[in-house]
């Protein structure tokens, strides 16, 4: 009777096994299934999952459910999550030399940006991501960022004196801030109810992020400056990157280009849409800012880079 039992069991199991991966990745983003960068994971998700015949399962954590991004880039170190698509803010306190690409005013156009992050200077960033033990897959967008705020409307950068901005995890966020005038408290995503609370009287984040966190519920005035264009990176881990065998590296090189290209576009479709929500939503918006203000405030930031970061910033300012 066992050995029946044994028999029946084992010929249950060996399709069973065929369908079990060798290989698990658990992805952390910050944001809800809404956002962009969602879309972008869900496609790279299902672009490994196809292309490696289910020898490779993607598991997306979304919500900060597995930390903000700064403890998931941590947790990417330790090869404890295997991916993520994490806001090149928060980055550079592990790859310096990306604060390069987080001057403000230095892209005034998506193509320009195209043209760097996935030209030489990009890559070049890319690749120093393995010396902080990640593995910096491809470029993404979050789009070109605005500052919002509850109390007064922002022309000039003179208007902004004193007020709470919060900003991401990045000294050279703080510094932009400080140097415009505001009083810049750094903090991870989400934020909604700091701002409903009035803990902070104001963010910045590109038109999408702004509408599909609300943010106008809580956010009287938008002001389209556009000061900082705001990358995401696929990143990985550098030890799951090197347990996989060649044909799954090249897959999820092949898999984070595709689903950034995708996002890309995804993203700049919904431009206009965005803006005619917020305006449909009641914020009072100022389309045309007095830009030379601020760009005249955050001009000595310049000085303050060194070694490879400096070297890029001069590259993308002489082009
Ligand atoms: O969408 O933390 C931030 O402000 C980032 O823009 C993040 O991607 C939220």
Redesign the pocket.
Known sequence: MRKILGLVLAFFMVPLALFASSYTIELGI??TPH?F?YKAAEKFKNIVEKDSGGDIKVNIHHSKSVGD?TSILQQLQLNALQMGVI?A?PIDKFVPSIKAIEFPFIFDSFAKADKILDGKIGQNILKSFKAANLVGYHFLE?GFRNITNSKRPIHSASDVKGLKIRV?NSQLQIDIWKDIGANPTPMP?PIYTQLSQHVIDGQE?PLA?IDQYKLYEVQKYLTLTRHVY?A?VFVGSKGFYDSLPAKYQKLLFKATKEASIYERKLNRSKANFFLNDLKKQGMIIDEHPDLASFKAKVKPLKNQFKGVAKKYLDEILAQ
């Open positions: 910050v944001t956002s960068h991004e806001t803010g979050n991401m995503w984040n992020v705001s995401l």
